[in-house]
């Protein structure tokens, strides 16, 4: 069984990039163990105007402070966070994007979401996703699941008293039937109304959680499409460029699959600002290539 230090080992990282690693994904230990005791809304907003549960402020408190104590990172860029947080004097210049409870509506009725994570060794927390050092994300559902990128193939790493071991390795996403979109039908724009009605027309099945980490994990191992579109009242969609579709979008290029607006490929987009929005289309190329299909009719 490898552990994930063994296989960090054999990577081209470096000592500091692999410590940095291995701390973060640590952290699901006292997340897991936070859920108990916040289980109810913080009875505030972030930035993109989400409610705030008790969980996601207490998991991007307990990151923050990880992370500012390793000294390892200048830049944190968090979903919870208006601005980015900066530690000029950090030994090591990595920057940190991260979504530190995706699917926090799900809390309360106990079903699989996770915590987002890219790495960036440029210091730049704006930077395209095409950037990318590393990215992972922890899966809290029946097991604790670590998927993690160095940019060289997608492994899979499962928790067991402190130890994270290979669960599966290079991990390829394959063409797949699976959907799912977010937004109210009755706002959908054209262009999407026919990519889903495609799709259903060739024996799509629709899976679709509300946790878009977990909801991504299912499209990674059985293949498909996660989808926010924009729509007829929200021209930039709902998730987050810079939190939530890098990470997750490296991921999937390292799996052999795709992100997209419709138009570009969102790894190729120059983050704005922390809480850019952006439209998502992530997973299998059979099915992303049908969307940028439909957008250029
Ligand atoms: P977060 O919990 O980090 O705010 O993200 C929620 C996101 C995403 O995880 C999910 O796919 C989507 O919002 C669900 O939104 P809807 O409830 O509008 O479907
Ligand atoms: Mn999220
Ligand atoms: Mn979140």
Redesign the pocket.
């Known amino acids: 069984m490898t552990t994930l230090r063994e296989y960090l080992d054999k990577t081209d990282c470096k000592d500091d990039l692999k410590d940095l690693i291995e701390l973060i994904a640590i952290q699901a230990v006292p997340i897991r163990d936070a859920f108990i005791y916040n289980q109810s809304y913080a009875g505030t907003e972030n930035s993109s105007g989400?409610k705030q549960a008790a969980l996601d402020v207490w998991s991007d408190e307990h990151i923050v402070n990880v992370l500012l104590k390793s000294n390892l990172v200048s830049q944190i860029a968090s979903?919870e966070r208006d601005d980015i947080v900066k530690n000029p004097n950090a030994k090591a210049g990595y920057a940190v994007v991260m979504?530190p409870?995706?699917?926090?509506?799900l809390i309360q009725v106990n079903l699989c979401v996770g915590t987002i994570v890219g790495i960036y060794d440029n210091g730049d927390a704006l930077s395209c996703g095409n950037q990318m050092r590393a990215a992972m994300y922890m899966l809290y559902g029946p097991m604790t699941v670590l998927t993690l990128t160095v940019g060289s193939g997608v492994y899979i790493f499962a928790l067991k008293d402190g130890v994270y071991t290979m669960l599966e390795e290079n991990v390829k996403m394959p063409q797949g039937k699976l959907y799912g979109s977010?937004g109210l039908k009755k706002d959908w724009i054209p262009e999407h109304e026919k990519f889903i009605d495609e799709i259903e027309k060739e024996g799509g099945k629709l899976r679709y959680s509300?946790?878009?980490?977990a909801?991504f994990h299912q499209i990674l191992k059985y293949g498909g499409i996660y989808c926010?579109p924009k729509t007829k009242d929200n021209a930039t969609g709902?998730?987050r460029l810079v939190f939530e579709a890098n990470p997750i979008g490296f991921i999937a290029a390292q799996a052999g699959g795709e992100i997209t607006d419709g138009v570009n490929n969102l790894l190729d987009v120059k983050p704005q600002k922390p809480h850019h929005k952006t439209p998502i289309y992530v997973g299998s190329k059979n099915m992303t290539e049908k969307i940028i299909r439909i957008c250029k009719e």
């Open positions: 989400d979903e979504d409870l995706d699917g926090s509506s977010g509300g946790s878009f980490v909801d926010y709902k998730l």
